[in-house]
């Protein structure tokens, strides 16, 4: 196949930052992405209804024909009130709230302590209807970075899906064998996002023959079994597992350091990645229910109207892009991408 016809895909999960930064995020996720979800770790973090209505506002301000729409989302503490769960809702701008463990990724120190502190709150957003994102890592220091997401599905997960079984949840950026697993055998309610680097890479790919900084990312690089059922889950078909890109710059000398931060860019070619995945797994045919379909099924949003147009052309990536006054260091940066957007 060398063209690929598909209802404008959305991204339902993504870092654009601010300041400065956003208006090179914005360009790149409103090329072709319909909607985002916002993920709200800014510094200082978004927690509540005026500063995501504020935050929503100064992205829109990036984009001429306004033709993105962002969906907010409300960082979660072990303050939030369950009236500022409906006061939110009651905007129509926010649609989800985030689950952060305390230090568990990048600029996540506000995040909650303990799960039963947000209990009240995870009640009003199951009644509200409002999601709750998580992202699915314990923080404990005894616990090995490679089972941290393992652990949170055992001692966390299967709790708070058991005690609000009304509540929809996305298993954010889903890293392991064992997280596709537990979402494609639980209820309707509970799905996952997957990452195009996820797809692409395991470990072998950020750590033989050299450590390589930009594929450094929370929930780590597994092994490539873990990489192999993802690949298998996303292009399963099932509903519940849709497009998340998890695109999250990080200034390039922030990145190439002693101790470098966690996240990877792949904004600049999104859907692109994504094909290179579906069509190396002879599943391109399944790539528009994953990236188009069943994001907007599972909000319960209506899927966009209008189609993109994706044609097999090969194209070099840049060594860097300019992120606000800064450069970030695409996924692929200097390499080739095999798909293109038309
Ligand atoms: N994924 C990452 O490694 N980093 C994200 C945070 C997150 O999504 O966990 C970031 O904000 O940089
Ligand atoms: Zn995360
Ligand atoms: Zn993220």
Same mark, same amino acid.
């Given at each position: ?253 922030? +990145? ?55 044609? +097999? ?30």
């Amino acid at each position: 196949m060398t063209e690929l016809t598909i209802t404008r895909p959305d991204d339902w999960h993504i870092h654009l930052r601010d300041g400065e930064q956003l208006k090179d995020t914005v360009r790149d996720v409103s090329r072709y992405m319909g909607r985002a979800i916002i993920m709200p770790n800014l510094v200082p973090p978004v927690t509540n209804t005026e500063e995501a209505l504020g935050y929503h506002q100064r992205i829109m301000e990036q984009q001429p024909q306004g033709n993105f729409d962002p969906l907010m989302v409300l960082y979660l503490t072990d303050k939030t009130s369950p009236d500022e769960i409906k006061k939110a809702k009651a905007t129509g701008k926010i649609y989800a709230a985030k689950l952060y463990p305390a230090g568990a990724t990048t600029n996540s120190d506000s995040g909650v302590t303990s799960i039963k502190n947000i209990y009240p709150v995870l009640e009003a957003m199951q009644e509200a209807g409002m999601l709750l994102l998580i992202h699915g890592e314990v923080t404990d220091s005894e616990i090995d970075i490679f089972d941290r997401e393992k652990t949170f599905i055992d001692n966390i997960l299967k709790d708070v899906v058991a005690d609000f079984p009304e509540l929809k949840i996305v298993l954010e950026h889903i890293t392991t064998k064992d997280a596709a697993e537990f979402v494609a055998s639980a209820g309707d309610n509970v799905a996952a996002t997957i990452t195009a680097h996820h797809l692409l890479f395991n470990r072998n790919h950020m750590l033989a023959g050299g450590i390589r900084p930009h594929y450094y990312c929370l929930p780590i690089l597994k092994r490539n079994i873990h990489q192999e059922a993802l690949i298998k889950a996303a292009t399963s078909g099932s509903p519940k597992f849709f497009l998340g890109t998890d695109s999250a710059p990080h200034m390039k000398h922030a +990145k190439e350091a002693a101790c470098g931060c966690a996240g990877s860019y792949t904004a600049h070619a999104a859907i692109e990645l994504y094909a290179e995945t579906f069509e190396a797994a002879g599943a391109l045919d399944k790539l528009e229910a994953f990236a188009s379909l069943n994001g907007p099924d599972f909000y319960g949003l209506p899927r966009n109207s209008d189609t993109i147009t994706l044609v +097999k052309e090969s194209w070099d990536v840049p060594a860097s892009y300019p992120l606000g006054d800064d450069q970030v260091v695409p996924i692929r940066a200097g390499e080739t991408i095999s798909w293109k957007v038309k």
